[in-house]
């Protein structure tokens, strides 16, 4: 079984810190992804990765940066966190010859104070 | 754009009600069409896929047609469970910039009731 595993369940920081996400997957997919889940929103695509050293901005970038320095490791880095980003951020993976077969980890919910 | 609009929830059903979960979806071309389940606590699942026009997805009693005159892709099943409760999620793949992104609605979420 795909295995895609996050740092933290549950993280709580301060305005201004600089928070780290880490996701891991155990498939040797090249394709990675971060979201963020909010009520009525649904899931919206923050950064994607289709291999090592690449990223790609997704539909909400904006205060976001990404790592991929291993191929199954992909970052999501909040450079200066603030409180419009607690959510709920969910890591996924995906081989690139099934786009639709999207493996995802349980979730980070991040509060920020 | 490309976007999903699914029904509001919660849904909320007595044990072996039937159950319907309305999508509908905006895209140019014809895009391949999805719904993910997420149970509490976890991380979303592909539940089942329809790739082309009048596929039928399928899977744990679960069922979605691709119909591409009504631009739909409504979740059924005949006899829910408690088990069957989560969040369920439409959702669309698009090409953007060279790559094929997926477009997720908003969720609904279902209780069943024993």
């Known amino acids: 079984d795909v295995k895609v595993t996050q740092s933290s369940r549950y993280l709580v920081k301060r305005t201004g810190e600089k928070v780290f996400l880490e996701c891991v997957q155990d498939?040797?997919?090249?394709?990675m992804f971060w979201y963020r889940q909010d009520p009525g929103l649904g899931l919206r695509l923050i950064y994607f990765s289709y291999d090592v050293k690449m990223k790609e901005k997704g539909d909400i970038p904006e205060g976001y940066s990404v790592s991929r320095e291993k191929k199954e490791r992909f970052s999501l880095i909040l450079e200066s966190a603030s409180t419009n980003q607690t959510s709920m951020y969910l890591c996924?993976?995906?081989?690139?010859?099934?786009?639709?077969?999207?493996?995802f980890g349980p979730g980070t919910r991040l509060t920020v104070t | 754009g490309n976007s999903v609009t699914q029904m509001e929830g919660p849904v909320t059903l007595s044990e072996e009600a039937f159950l319907t979960i309305n999508c509908t979806y905006t895209?140019?071309?014809?895009?391949?069409l999805f719904w993910y389940v997420q149970y509490p606590g976890e991380g979303l699942q592909l539940l089942l896929k329809?790739?082309?026009?009048?596929d039928k997805g399928s899977n744990k009693g679960f069922e979605a047609t691709y119909r591409k005159e009504t631009t739909s892709f409504h979740l059924e099943k005949g006899s829910v469970q408690v088990s069957d409760s989560a969040v369920y999620f439409c959702?669309?793949?698009?090409?953007?910039?060279?790559?094929?992104?997926?477009?997720f609605g908003t969720g609904t979420k279902l209780q069943v009731i024993p």
């Open positions: 895209a140019t071309g014809y895009p391949s």
């Open positions: 329809a790739t082309k026009a009048d």
């Open positions: 996924a993976s995906r081989p690139p010859d099934r786009p639709y077969e999207q493996y």
């Open positions: 498939m040797d997919h090249e394709n």
């Open positions: 959702a669309l793949i698009r090409n953007s910039g060279g790559y094929q992104k997926v477009t």
